[in-house]
């Protein structure tokens, strides 16, 4: 099993950027396909991005696609997620998550049983 640590959130003004680390420790990271998800005060957690195990596929939700890019380095056992021109409504904390079935990444996280603390997004107006 894999344990993950999120970091790099904070504060930032609307129109910026942040960069959010994944730190994977377990010997499958290399193997797994992993995604990151957001949930926001009061609403449900979603999903955000996916990538495949070799990172050569990768899959954004709407809502950000164009702003959000999703990298996995698979030597260093890290992921990432950059976000650009952010808005104020992606304020939310921010979990990664692996599995080695693609489709659970993306469309059915309910069945990924091993999460990250999160890491707080938060985008000022």
């Not at 950027?17 to 957001?38: E, P, Q």
């Not at 409504?89 to 993306?106: F, K, Q, S």
């Amino acid at each position: 099993q894999v344990h993950l640590v999120e970091s790099g959130g904070g504060l930032v003004q609307a129109g910026g950027s942040l960069r959010l680390s994944c730190a994977a420790s377990g010997r499958t990271f290399s193997t797994d396909a992993m995604g990151w998800y957001r949930q926001a005060p009061g609403k449900e957690r979603e999903f955000v991005a996916g990538i495949n195990y070799t990172g050569t596929s990768t899959y954004y939700a709407d809502s950000v696609k164009g702003r959000f890019s999703i990298s996995k380095d698979n030597a260093a056992n890290t992921g990432y997620l950059q976000m650009n021109s952010l808005k104020p409504e992606d304020t939310a904390v921010y979990y990664c998550a692996t599995h080695h079935d693609m489709l659970v990444v993306v469309a059915h996280m309910n069945n990924i049983d091993s999460w990250g603390q999160g890491t707080q997004v938060t985008v000022s107006s």
